[in-house]
């Protein structure tokens, strides 16, 4: 490789480890013990990639001795392949974290199967009725939840699933247990119902919205979740005193959600900036309040948001595939990716070392980043 081409490699080329599925990837996870990261894909397959980096960035560092300037070099060898399943589902699977490395799949045969990192299909935990289109597992509760689009069940370490009663209302592909097990929050059609699982699953509070939720999630103490909607924006939900609201003026659907625990921030998708609010001031009387300015404004729109897990960071993909890492509150950006196809995930691990990205065109990647990198 010359000096030129060398000059014109990005942070993915010289930090990534990337693969190509051949369909869009439509969701990832890194395992609860961090070993591991799986991606799902639109063709219903599930592909695993191993964490650990035999190529990590600091032993390909180099400080010349007369300038005391650092360079990295490129990786010198491809990265295993990625372990694959067979398909599962007729689209994109639903998936969760199990256990230490494994993780939870639904399949279109109504069953929830246990995948291993190894790519062993284990044992069935939940077999329900029809496809099964959202699940969450709760370690704190050993509880899954499943939903066929239709009817919500509930089953507490593998044993047989209770269905959930509630009425004529369809439910639809979102589902979320709160950080400590004890609620789960499920989408509804046009809204959001919260059930107390303790004990006789109970219904507590039901939300009303203009669209569908097509993404859950809690922040880490379970006082609020946010819901990315179908259109029209997300919801914004207060659990200490049942009050909703709308943030609306979003050029496209918010599709992610995520909360920043180092700021106590809540970011969304779909503007043509990474939006973001403090939660000392939540936006619950206008778009405008909390606001945290953060990164620079453009004119694609992103697609995916990730926090940083111990920093004042976040992380956004974009529709034309720009990949950036930004300090919360502040113009500054740092550039991993200029271009490629639209980002449709991201996640950081749970130490901020590693960011695994899915693309529409089927790039799986996962970005190690050097220990000095984020100070």
């Known amino acids: 490789m010359n000096q030129h081409a060398i000059q014109n490699l990005t942070l993915f080329d010289l930090l990534a480890r990337s693969w190509r599925r051949p369909s869009a990837v439509a969701d990832l996870r890194f395992s609860a013990d961090g070993s591991t990261v ?3 894909g639109i063709d219903g397959t599930v592909a695993l990639a191993a964490v650990a980096d035999q190529e990590p960035p600091e032993s390909r560092i180099r400080v010349s001795g007369d300038l005391g300037q650092t360079t990295i070099r490129p990786r010198q060898k491809a990265p295993a392949p990625l372990i694959t399943t067979a398909a ?9 974290n199990y256990l230490g490395s494994g993780f939870l799949v639904g399949t279109a045969a109504g069953e929830v ?5 190894d ?31 239709q009817d919500i069940f509930l089953s507490r370490g593998g044993g047989d699933a209770l269905r959930l009663r509630c009425g004529a209302t369809p439910f639809t592909n979102a589902l979320a247990f709160s950080p400590g097990g004890r609620r789960l929050a499920c989408g509804l059609e046009h809204g959001l119902s919260i059930w107390m699982i303790e004990g006789d699953a109970t219904p507590i509070r039901d939300f009303a919205f203009p669209a569908r939720p097509i993404s859950i999630r809690w922040i880490g103490d379970g006082t609020w979740l946010a819901c990315g909607l179908e259109t ?18 979003f050029p496209t659907p918010v599709r ?42 453009g004119l694609v729109p992103v697609e995916t948001v990730a926090a940083h897990p ?18 919360i509150g502040a113009p500054d950006e740092l550039l991993v990716r200029p271009l490629g196809s639209a980002v449709t995930a991201l996640a950081w691990s749970g130490d901020g070392r590693h960011l695994a990205v899915g693309a529409v065109n089927g790039t799986a990647a996962i970005i190690t980043f050097p220990a000095q990198m984020f100070k």
């Open 88 to 96: 599962l589902g007729e689209g994109d699977v639903p998936l969760a």
């Open 232 to 249: 029209g924006g997300f919801a914004l939900v207060s659990m200490t005193d049942g009050r909703a609201e709308i943030v609306a003026g």
């Open 119 to 149: 790519g062993t299909v284990m044992e069935t935990l939940v077999k329900i009725d029809g496809p099964t289109v959202a699940i969450d597992y709760s370690p704190r509760t050993a509880m899954t939840a499943v939903s066929n689009g």
């Open 38 to 40: 799986a991606f799902t």
């Open 113 to 117: 199967v246990h995948l291993a990192a």
């Open 310 to 327: 111990e920093k004042r960071l976040i992380a956004a993909g974009y529709a034309n595939g720009r990949i950036t890492i930004a300090q």
């Open 256 to 297: 992610t959600v995520c909360w920043s625990q180092p700021e106590n921030a809540l970011f969304a998708s779909g503007a043509f900036r990474i939006a973001g609010w403090s939660m000392t001031a939540p936006p619950l009387e206008g778009e405008t309040s909390g606001a945290l300015e953060t990164g620079r404004a």
